[in-house]
């Protein structure tokens, strides 16, 4: 469970009651008028309606994964893989192709270094490695995008059916008023503006509060697995130059951010033994 991403969303809501607690003067019978199923049917119901209609169904259900992922605890095995590859070399060095079968097999968990090393083994050219795994980097980052890419598109279009929502509600409180009866007729206007404002609030909720933060967090996640597969990448060169471990350390840290580029030799190494 991915703690900041918990207590930024029950921070949220517990800022959001808090307001309209305030608003209504801590009057529970009136903080009730918040809730509107049917509205929040039609924001929900029509933003996912419309985003099955513009993108693949297969392309959606991952999306709803990815919400998911969004709570998850944020991963980042680069350690593992930069010392890993650093003894990879080694070993390669030291035996030649005979161990790194084996030792791509080990990788089974990463496809990505498992066929770099396997590359190696086939013998590609430097060249040829490079322009294989860039393009296979490339295709990642470009398939991961067009996911934050339909959850981009579920938070433009939640206002939009908002207003909608709002548009169904005042058709139906207009076509309801008595204008015989004024203090009914002021009483209706009232009650029925605010139920039609609550799909515009709520498409509007949704869309800052839920769809946009978690395409921004997916897009930083995609960041980080892009950099760990051209880490990656620029190891499996190192393995083929049969770089001395602690050089390929040193290397690859280079091209690690501030907070991944913790990395000691003495750290590595003891991972390494572990």
């Not at 083994?121 to 980052?141: F, G, P, W």
């Not at 548009?167 to 009483?187: A, C, N, R, W, Y």
């Amino acid at each position: 469970m991915n703690i900041g991403t918990v207590i930024g969303f029950v921070f949220g809501l517990f800022i959001l009651f808090l307001s309209i607690l305030f608003a209504v003067e801590f009057e529970f019978g009136r903080f009730l008028l918040f809730g509107s199923i049917e509205s929040l049917l039609i924001v929900l119901g029509m933003t996912v309606a419309a985003t099955l209609i513009a993108y693949p169904f297969q392309d959606v259900k991952k999306v709803f994964d990815d919400f998911k992922k969004a709570f998850a605890e944020d991963e980042s095995p680069v350690e593992q893989y930069i010392s890993g590859l650093a003894t990879i070399s080694n070993t390669y060095a030291r035996g030649g192709d005979t161990k790194l079968s084996s030792l791509a097999n080990e990788y089974a968990d990463n496809q990505f270094i498992k066929e770099g090393l396997e590359y190696i083994e086939l013998r590609y050219t430097e060249a040829l490695i490079k322009s294989i795994m860039s393009s296979q980097i490339q295709n990642e980052h470009q398939r991961l995008l067009s996911q934050v890419q339909i959850i981009k598109n579920m938070s433009a279009n939640a206002p939009a059916f908002g207003v909608v929502g709002t548009l169904i509600g005042l058709v139906v409180m207009m076509s309801g008023l008595d204008p015989s009866d004024t203090e009914k007729l002021m009483q209706g206007l009232g009650s029925g503006m605010a139920t039609a404002l609550l799909t515009t609030f709520y498409g509007v909720l949704s869309s800052n509060f839920i769809f946009s933060p978690i395409a921004t967090k997916i897009e930083k996640r995609i960041e980080d697995q892009i950099l760990m597969m051209r880490v990656c990448m620029e190891g499996i060169i190192l393995v083929l130059k049969k770089t001395p471990e602690n050089m390929v350390r040193d290397q690859l840290k280079v091209y690690l951010p501030v907070q991944w580029a913790s990395i000691s030799s003495n750290n590595a190494q003891q991972m390494t033994e572990s």
